[in-house]
């Protein structure tokens, strides 16, 4: 599975957007983009993923540039609850088991 | 449903005791995984099964070993504890769907080796 840089850290206010970037600069044409993020001693949970076009659900909005080099996870209306760990990880169509790579993630700090 | 839980959630073993995790899933899902998280690191990947009876090496394999005789559970053991093993353990499940499977993960064993 290809590479992706975040940024280490990050901070927002509360009710402000939240943009977090991804590069995957070396990502394969059927390599798919996730997130996941990890709350305080508490297992990742699934954010959401996308191949090409960019993806809305309940809990974030995914913008992946046209050449796929590089994505952002929005968070439209940060809350202290969205404090956590974010992860972009890229999986394979074809990958034969769906282990899940992790780098270190973007620590997301959200300010009252 | 419960999706996927984890026992014990927290455990001191004195090196070289043995321990055994159980983790079990409700989702009916044929893929598993034991990852390990160290302080300030991402997940690495333990040992995986991709179906009941049948298990595989990950990243981090050595000193563990997996059994899974069920499709909901899949059991990770400690033989004998090393200090090394301190960290926190996240099992996890998913069905295959190549490249937009979604992993569900349990809330994690912290595991003190003494």
């Known amino acids: 599975d290809a590479k992706t840089t975040q940024p280490n850290s990050m901070e927002s206010n509360e009710e402000e957007p939240v943009h977090l970037p991804c590069n995957h600069s070396t990502i394969s044409g059927t390599d798919y983009i996730h997130w996941y993020r990890q709350l305080p001693s508490q297992g990742p949970e699934y954010v959401i993923h996308?191949?090409?076009s960019n993806v809305n659900n309940r809990m974030a909005s995914l913008a992946i540039a046209e050449d796929r080099k590089s994505s952002t996870l929005i968070l439209h209306r940060a809350t202290l609850r969205d404090a956590a760990v974010y992860y972009c990880?890229?999986?394979?169509?074809?990958?034969?088991?769906?282990?899940?790579?992790f780098g270190k993630g973007t620590k997301l700090s959200v300010k009252p | 449903n419960a999706g996927v839980t984890q026992t014990p959630k927290f455990r001191v073993l004195k090196t070289g005791q043995s321990m055994t995790l159980l983790c079990a899933q409700d989702m009916n899902h044929e893929y598993m995984y034991w990852y390990r998280q160290d302080p300030g690191m991402g997940l690495r990947l333990i040992h995986y099964?991709?179906?009941?009876?049948?298990?595989a090496k990950g990243e981090v394999p050595d000193g563990y070993n997996v059994s899974r005789l069920k499709k909901q559970n899949f059991l990770l053991g400690l033989e004998s504890a090393a200090p090394s093993q301190t960290s926190v353990y996240f099992c996890?499940?998913?069905?295959?769907?190549?490249?937009?499977?979604?992993?569900?993960f349990g809330p994690g064993t912290r595991l003190l080796v003494l």
């Open positions: 990880i890229l999986r394979n169509y074809g990958g034969s088991q769906g282990n899940l790579i």
């Open positions: 996890a499940s998913s069905r295959p769907r190549g490249g937009q499977e979604t992993q569900y």
């Open positions: 996308g191949l090409t």
């Open positions: 099964s991709v179906g009941e009876g049948t298990t």
